[in-house]
């Protein structure tokens, strides 16, 4: 009969404590499902941002003339520009850089890439495949500054 005690006190000590564990972990459950359930209906607010945009960068146009126009598209590229060719000589790496618009020195405000617009005159070796005629990332619009000063 002492067999039957220690068992039956075990197993009675044993459930006792098992009860505020399980407990514990369904209200856990319950509490993590709701906030879930709470946060997914509100919708998610945009705030305006609480600083005012700053002045925008200015460039200045770089003189590519008389450049080979695989460097000149570089130079441009590197200073944040981008580009377009216009004539009737394409974009081919040799040909030469004859003028541009904007003229060198320019100050336009960084709208992205600038473009400028690149006349080319055609060089001395062959032309071979198709021309890059426009910068590969795309380009913005000209917006001249009313004041020179960079930033």
Do not use: C
């Amino acid at each position: 009969m002492r067999a039957l005690e220690r068992s039956d006190s075990r197993a009675v000590s044993r459930r006792i404590l098992t009860l505020p564990r399980v407990t514990a972990v369904a209200a856990a459950a319950l509490l993590v499902s709701a906030t879930i359930s709470l946060a997914a209906d509100k919708p998610a607010t945009a705030k305006a941002p609480s600083h005012k945009a700053g002045p925008r960068k200015v460039l200045i146009v770089p003189d590519v003339r008389h450049q080979m126009f695989v460097f000149a598209s570089g130079m441009l590229e590197d200073g944040n520009f981008g580009w377009k060719v216009r004539g009737s000589v394409g974009g081919y790496p040799s040909n030469i850089v004859i003028s541009q618009k904007p003229k060198p020195g320019t100050h336009v405000i960084d709208t992205g890439a600038p473009t400028v617009t690149l006349f080319l005159a055609r060089g001395k070796s062959p032309q071979l495949g198709e021309p890059q005629n426009r910068s590969p990332y795309g380009a913005s619009l000209i917006r001249h500054a009313k004041h020179a000063s960079t930033g």
